[in-house]
């Protein structure tokens, strides 16, 4: 039972890092002809990063952005809460608060990458050239697997 909870833990770290990584690097989308790469936040062409970002529909990359900072908050929020509750909560109890704070960070993960991919993910209809999914937004979908698993583990295990 103990190495379970270890290796829950170590994969709620991983995956809060791959979260950070993934809303804050600027590799969402890559154009194939030109080296240049859209994030979130910035728009680079050959190593210079500007803060303009040729997506269009700027309420839904705000949306995006909203949601995958929310995302990260409720990862560390749930991390922190585990750690509490291994400390002081009683034997026999689930770990119910953490897994439930788990399984938000999850709806948020959902509900961004899900406007992403609806809005920007056919980057042949929103860029010129042929363009492909970053590692970003591989990160990220890969992230929502990880958050809805850990949250669902946290709500069946029991501490003993």
């Keep these: 039972m103990l190495v379970l909870l270890a290796g829950i833990f170590v ?7 791959m979260l950070i990584v993934s809303t804050s690097s600027n590799v969402w ?3 194939d002809n030109v080296e240049s790469s859209v994030g979130l936040w910035k728009n680079c062409t050959a190593g210079n990063c500007d803060g303009t970002l040729s997506y269009g529909h700027e309420d839904a990359i705000k949306a995006v952005q909203a949601f995958m900072i ?7 929020i749930s991390l922190v809460v585990f750690v509490f509750q291994l400390f002081t909560m009683d034997k026999g109890n689930r770990f ?3 897994g439930s704070t788990m399984l938000v960070c999850w709806l948020c993960i959902l509900v961004g990458v899900s406007i992403y991919t609806h809005h ?3 980057g042949e ?3 010129a050239q042929s363009s492909h999914q970053g590692y970003c937004f591989i990160l990220a ?3 929502f697997c990880f958050s809805f698993i850990i949250g669902i583990l946290y709500m069946v295990l029991r501490k003993k």
């Design 125 to 127: 209809r929103n860029f």
């Design 141 to 143: 979908w890969i992230c």
């Design 11 to 17: 994969v709620h770290i991983a995956t809060a890092i």
């Design 29 to 31: 989308m890559v154009l």
């Design 96 to 98: 119910f608060l953490s």
């Design 120 to 122: 920007y993910a056919h």
């Design 70 to 76: 929310l995302s990260i908050i409720f990862s560390v």
